[in-house]
């Protein structure tokens, strides 16, 4: 089945502890993305990859990293995360651009105390 | 830059009559335009887009938009409204400035339907 999958779905965490949430994709996309939605203010797209290796920022990227070693995977990192970062995130992928339909994983809700 | 309106935050439709949900748009480029679905507790579902082919796109579920460039603006609209289509509804704009796509997401359109 075609899916994106992101883990954890449910994570409280403190201020301060490094946390990574996985995202992977088995439809061979080459872009994905990262999004926080908060309640008011849509999603906001943190940061996108185009391919392997290549990554941006989006609207809201301070505090997060991304990387993509891998065409399947694209992690969300937070060094150090902050209670501002309590949020819902989305994973989502498509192929060859966003122009195409991006197909989003389930979400992971964050709470950070 | 590329940004997004949806100009109402909250929508309530009695079931059977029609639904308009509206949609805003600014773009320096050609642009994507999509309008996504979002059931509570649920991850996002594409609805229909519109990638500068017709101007009147048809999507899943009834639901259509039109492409307006003259007013900018990409209304969702659906003749009659069903109780499973109680949910929040995002427009959003994807364009290319110097070769790198950006996604940009209007705030959405909670739409609420009476029995």
Known sequence: EAQVTQNPRYLITVTGKKLTVTCSQNMNHEYMSWYRQDPGLGLRQIYYSMNV??????DV?????????????????????????TSLYFCASSPIGPHTEAFFGQGTRLTVV | AQSVTQLDSHVSVSEGTPVLLRCNYSS?????????????????????????????????????????????????????????????????????????????????TKLQVIP
């Open chain 1, 53 to 58: 290796e290549v990554t941006d920022k989006g």
């Open chain 1, 61 to 85: 990227p301070e505090g997060y990293k991304v990387s993509r070693k891998e065409k399947r995977n694209f992690p969300l990192i937070l060094e150090s995360p902050s209670p501002n970062q």
């Open chain 2, 28 to 108: 320096s480029y050609s642009p994507s335009l999509f309008w996504y679905v979002q059931h509570p507790n649920k991850g996002l579902q594409l609805l229909l887009k519109y990638t500068s082919a017709a101007t009147l796109v048809k999507g899943i579920n009834g639901f259509e938009a039109e492409f307006k460039k003259s007013e900018t603006s990409f209304h969702l609209t659906k003749p009659s409204a069903h109780m499973s289509d109680a949910a929040e509804y995002f427009c959003v704009v994807s364009d290319a400035p110097g070769g790198y796509q950006k996604v940009t997401f209007g705030t959405g």
